[in-house]
C-alpha cells in the first residue's frame, strides 16, 4: 500500500492554501480526502507522487475548489441552532431575569449622553469582534470555518444593534429592548464558548 509522506501532505496543504481554501479546517476534509485518492491512483496506476497529484487534480480540481466558495460564515444550520439555543428552559429563565433587571432598574441613570447604554452595547460587541480576531487570527494563525461561522452571528447582532439600538442615537431603548439584546448578547457568548469547547474535544488532532 502506497502511504504518502510527510512531505506530500505539506505539498497538498500549501497547494490548496494557495488555491484561497482559506479555512484550515475545511482544508484538512479536503487534503484527507485527496491524499487517500492519491494513495489509491499511486498504487493502481504505479504512479510516484506528483504525477498522481497532477492527473488526480486535472479531473478534480475544478469541482473541489467550487465546492470551497460555498460555504459561507452566515450558516443556516447555525442560526436554527442558535434559535434553538435560545429556547433552552435555562436560557428562557436567563431571558427573563434580563427582563426583571432593566425593569426595575433604571440602568440609563448610570450613562451620559456622550456614552449612553447604546454606546456600551456597541462597545461590547467590538470587544468581542477584536478579541475573536486576535484569538483566532493571531494567536491560532488560522481560519476555522466552524468557529468563524458561530461568530457570523454576532455580526448578524451588530446588524440587529444598529436598526433598533444604534449607538449614535441619543434616545434610550425600552426595558423590553435592552432586555432582549443584552440577552442575546449574553446567549452568543455562551453559545460561542461552547461551540469552541466541542471544537477543541473534536479536533485536538489538528493543532498538535
Known amino acids: 500500500m502506497f502511504k504518502l509522506t510527510p512531505q506530500n501532505i505539506q505539498f497538498i496543504d500549501n497547494y490548496f492554501k494557495n488555491s484561497e481554501v482559506i479555512y484550515y479546517d475545511i482544508r484538512m476534509e479536503i487534503l484527507d480526502h485527496v491524499a487517500t485518492a492519491l494513495e489509491h491512483t499511486m498504487q493502481a496506476e504505479n504512479l510516484d507522487f506528483y504525477d498522481a497529484f497532477k492527473s488526480y487534480m486535472v479531473v478534480n480540481k475544478k469541482e473541489i475548489l467550487k465546492g470551497n466558495k460555498l460555504w459561507s460564515v452566515y450558516s443556516k444550520d447555525t442560526i436554527l441552532s442558535f434559535l434553538k439555543f435560545l429556547l433552552h428552559p435555562i436560557m428562557i429563565f436567563i431571558g427573563i431575569l434580563f427582563y426583571v433587571f432593566f425593569d426595575n432598574i433604571n440602568v440609563t441613570y448610570y450613562f451620559s449622553e456622550s456614552f449612553s447604554i447604546n454606546n456600551l452595547f456597541f462597545t461590547i460587541i467590538l470587544s468581542i469582534a ?76 489538528l493543532f498538535q
Open 130 to 205: 477584536l478579541f475573536q480576531i486576535f484569538y483566532f487570527y493571531i494567536y491560532l494563525k488560522e481560519r476555522l470555518y466552524v468557529i468563524e461561522k458561530a461568530g457570523g452571528l454576532l455580526g448578524l447582532l451588530y446588524y440587529a444593534q444598529i436598526f433598533f439600538f444604534p449607538g449614535y442615537s441619543s434616545k434610550s431603548p425600552s426595558n423590553l429592548v435592552m432586555a432582549i439584546f443584552f440577552y442575546l448578547l449574553f446567549a452568543y457568548l455562551v453559545y460561542f464558548i461552547i461551540q469552541i469547547l466541542k471544537f477543541n474535544q473534536k479536533n485536538k488532532h
